[in-house]
Structure formats: structure tokens, C-alpha cells
């Protein structure tokens, strides 16, 4: 991997580990949004091949790098180390993902980036595998290092992966973010897309051309943070546009621009909208009063939220027409976002849900991108089935695609009996099991490998998928010592004992 003489995240190397502090550095130096992440698994495959490791790349980018096991060892049961190498790009400052660095800083213990996402999800889990890698003093039986792309936004690499590749017997994918608890089941996942050509018409004289945005809300994990009721900034500005149509004698919709990525929850929104422009002053307290209500309904989810009125930045001359605006707005407000059901079995979690992540409308095209999810697949079927009939009866034609299955609770495993000892010799006590409500890999590699043993685990990460995102540092120490700690105890497994 390159020397980043230069690099603002030098700090890095000071944390402990160093041994993982200086790859999850790499990773910070270099971009790695969802779709661009050749650097990043070039870097580690020069990396690895510098160390005398075997690698292999497959068709869409993947990266296995296979190490040999310690003599001695080579019929202790194989492990694959599982992480993905692209992150969600969401900035409150000015970032380019395609080129700057990720910039970090240490503040109460946290590692946060300064007004972006981190990546830690699941940069901190990549660089645990490469440490366990590059650890020439671990006894170990045969290792496996699985890198996959496009995991945050369609499971790209999972979906893709040959059912042949991998030769492992245990799989431990790092891309948990609950220190203290173990996950061996996840909800599966399906987009609902629109992709629609609505009319568009020239605009009267007598309309004037303002912007409503929304914006202040905490966003968040589209999965894990959907249970917590957050406000989604598409939903309120359908709200907020349905409040303004009532109020005002003719709204059309120019433009809607809000959401970067299907799973996170949107923090903000804009709609570029025309109305009289003699009832501009009615729009702007028409917001006015919606604002307070939201604000106290909000109250302890989301109690920045802000809604705003802003001049265009420019004139314009079309618009969608009126029919056209108000099917949109109706459609907006009626589509289901949060959760739809919380699960029976399992207290506080969600079992199903829906997530409008991303929303456009330009020159009269319009593209929008939901995400269900659910820990049942046929409950997850079922809601896309209820948002495509909405969506139907609006006169659109929904489409879905990236359906990823969940991965099915295995309670009795002979993995997560030896995870179980290794965590209460780090933590002194067993691990929490739970299911997530998020789509990890596990579901998608072990519909290939049914035989293969699995469990998901990581330190504490908050705010992912938003610019609040941080890891919780002592928690990434005690992490890489329960990763080595499994790694050594599952390779002094012998052939009898498994």
C-alpha cells in the first residue's frame, strides 16, 4: 500500500492497534465510495501480493487473498474473513468522494471524520482482516480474506460471488457495529424503483419559481436506525408540498432533488416549486406553521428539523403540469416509510420497513429508489407488492430490483460456540445473540454456501450512513483482540474436535 507521507489521518498510526490503525488509515487516504473501488482493492492486492500472499480478482472486483496455515496447522477448519471495501458517501461540507481523503479526528474517545461519513462500516472490519493477514505470529489454520464491493448499494459483490470460490468452513463477517453482541441472522432487502417521463408544459407569467427545502433532520442507517422514528427528509417534503397545494391557488413542480444512497435515511430535501407569485407570502406561512407542528411532533427524533422558502436560484420557463404535480405529491405522501411491523419473536426489533432513499425530478424525468426490508422474506415480498400497487394506481410502473435474501438464525453452531468462549475470555461474559435489521452479506454467501458456518460481529459504530458517524475506540482494541483471539483458537482446533 502507498505511504501516505502527507496524509491528514497520520494520527492514526498512534491508536491501538497499530497493526490495524495503519490499514484502516489506508483506507481513509484512499476514496472508496460504493461504485469506485478499484483503488482501494488494487491497494490491497499489492499489498498482499508484497507480503507473498496469493490473490485473486474476480469478474465485477472482488478480492480473495488466501494465506497458508501455520505448520502444523493445515486441518484446523478454514476461516474467511469477510468485510466490504466501499462506504456511503454523505458529506456536511464540501467533499469530493472520487478524490479527497477521509479526514479524522479523535474527540471523547470517538474516531469521527471531519463532516463526512467515516467508514467504518465496514472500513474498520477490512483493515481487522488485513492486520490478521499481515500477523506473522498468530498460529492459524488455513485463511481466506473475502473483499467485496458495491455492498452498500445493491450487494453488487455478494450477489455476484462464485459458488466456488471460497474453500472455508467458518465465516466471519466484521460488519457488525454493536460491541458485545453477535449477529447471526439479517433482514433481506428489495429495491422498488420508478424511473417515469411526466409531462412537462411552459409556465405562465403569473407563476413565480421558489425553492422549499428541508433540512436539520439526523438521517441515519435506512436498517439499523429505521426503528428509531427519525424523520426522512422526502416525507416531509411531500408533506409540506401537500400543505402548500392546499394553500395556494396553483402548484407545479419543477424539480426535487434529495437522497444520495436507497440505504439511508435522507437528512435533506429540495423542491423547486412554481405558485402565484402574489401567494408567495402564503406559502412561506403556510411552512411556518407546519415547521412547529413537525417540531413538536419531532421533538426527540429530530428537533432541528427545519423547514425554509428560498428565492430560485434562476427563472424558469416549464414545469410539470398541474395534473401531473399534484399525482406526484399525492404519491409521495401516500408511499410507506418506517417501519411496517415489529417482529413477534424477537422484542425491539423491526421486522419489516421501507426506506425512500433516493428522489429526483429534472427537466420532468422522474427517478426514485425505496428499499424494504425485512427479516422475512415473503413479509418483504409482500410490502413491495403494497408500494408497486401505489405506485400502479398513480399511473406509474414500478420496477424492482437487487433482491438479496435474509440470512436465517442458526442458534445451534459449532462457530458460534467457539466465538462464545473467545468473547467471554475477552469480555467475561457470552455475547448477546441477536438478528439485525440490515442486509448483511451473510444472507447472500450462504444462499451459496449452505454448509458454511457464519456469524457477524464489530465495535461499537454510531451515525452510520450519515456525517455523525464514529467508532467508539476501545471498543476497536478489545475487537481486534476477540478477531485474533478466534482466529488462533478455531486453528488449534484439531480434525477430532470439530
Not at 472482488?62 to 484446523?76: C, F, I, S, W, Y
Not at 447471526?184 to 409556465?203: F, I, W
Request: charged letters at 20%.
Amino acid at each position: 500500500m502507498t505511504d501516505f507521507a502527507a496524509s491528514p489521518n497520520a494520527h492514526l498510526d498512534r491508536l491501538d492497534p497499530p497493526i490495524l490503525w495503519k490499514h484502516f488509515r489506508f483506507l481513509c487516504d484512499t476514496p472508496r465510495p460504493s461504485g469506485s473501488e478499484a483503488a482501494v482493492i488494487d491497494g490491497i492486492a499489492q499489498w498482499a501480493a508484497a507480503q507473498g500472499l496469493e490473490t485473486v480478482k474476480d469478474a465485477v472486483g472482488n478480492l480473495l487473498v488466501r494465506k497458508a496455515a501455520t505448520p502444523g496447522h493445515e486441518q484446523a477448519p478454514g476461516i474467511v474473513l469477510q468485510g466490504h471495501v466501499d462506504m456511503v458517501a454523505q458529506a456536511a461540507v464540501p467533499h469530493d468522494f472520487q478524490r479527497d481523503p477521509i479526514e479524522t479526528e479523535v474527540r471523547d474517545g470517538w474516531l469521527h471524520a471531519k463532516g463526512t461519513t467515516l467508514g467504518a462500516d465496514n472500513g474498520i472490519g477490512v483493515a481487522a482482516a488485513l492486520a490478521v493477514l499481515e500477523d506473522d505470529t498468530l498460529v492459524h489454520g488455513p485463511l481466506e480474506a473475502l473483499f467485496t464491493i458495491g455492498e452498500e448499494v445493491s450487494m453488487e459483490g455478494a450477489l455476484a460471488l462464485d459458488p466456488e470460490w471460497l474453500d472455508g468452513r467458518y465465516l466471519l463477517n466484521m460488519d457488525a457495529e454493536e460491541w458485545g453482541s453477535v449477529y447471526v441472522g439479517c433482514a433481506g432487502g428489495v429495491h422498488v424503483l420508478l424511473d417515469e417521463s411526466l409531462p412537462v408544459l411552459p409556465l405562465k407569467e403569473e407563476l413565480r419559481t421558489v425553492q422549499l427545502a428541508v433540512s436539520g433532520l439526523k438521517g441515519g442507517h435506512s436498517g439499523i436506525d429505521i426503528g428509531l422514528q427519525r424523520g426522512n427528509a422526502h416525507v416531509l417534503l411531500a408533506r409540506a408540498l401537500l400543505a402548500v397545494r392546499e394553500s395556494v391557488d396553483e402548484l407545479r413542480l419543477v424539480a426535487i432533488e434529495g437522497g444520495t444512497m436507497s440505504n439511508a435515511i435522507p437528512r435533506d430535501a429540495i423542491a423547486t416549486i412554481a405558485v402565484p407569485a402574489d401567494q408567495v407570502e402564503r406559502v412561506a406561512k403556510t411552512l411556518e406553521g407546519l415547521q412547529q407542528v413537525v417540531r413538536a411532533e419531532w421533538a426527540h427524533s429530530d428537533p432541528d428539523a427545519t423547514l425554509s422558502l428560498n428565492q430560485a436560484a434562476q427563472p424558469e420557463s416549464e414545469a410539470l403540469s398541474a395534473e401531473a404535480s399534484a399525482t406526484l405529491i399525492d404519491l409521495l405522501n401516500a408511499l410507506p416509510y418506517g417501519v411496517a411491523r415489529w417482529s413477534d419473536e424477537l422484542e425491539g426489533v423491526v421486522e419489516t420497513s421501507n426506506n425512500i432513499g433516493k428522489l429526483r425530478l429534472a427537466e420532468g424525468q422522474l427517478t426514485l429508489d425505496a428499499m424494504a426490508r425485512s427479516l422475512c422474506d415473503s413479509a418483504a415480498l409482500a410490502l413491495v407488492a403494497r408500494i408497486k400497487a401505489v405506485c400502479r394506481l398513480a399511473g406509474f410502473s414500478p420496477a424492482t430490483s437487487n433482491v438479496y435474501p435474509g440470512w436465517t438464525p442458526a442458534l445451534q453452531s459449532v462457530l458460534l460456540e467457539q466465538f462464545q468462549q473467545q468473547h467471554e475470555t475477552v469480555l467475561g461474559r457470552p455475547a448477546d445473540v441477536r438478528v439485525i435489521h440490515a442486509g448483511l452479506e451473510c444472507g447472500l454467501i450462504g444462499a451459496k454456501y449452505p454448509d458454511m458456518d457464519m456469524v457477524a460481529f464489530g465495535p461499537t459504530i454510531r451515525g452510520a450512513h450519515s456525517p455523525d458517524e464514529r467508532v467508539d475506540l476501545a471498543t476497536v482494541a478489545a475487537f481486534w483482540q476477540l478477531v485474533r483471539g478466534l482466529v488462533e483458537r478455531i486453528g488449534r482446533t484439531t480434525p477430532a474436535a470439530r
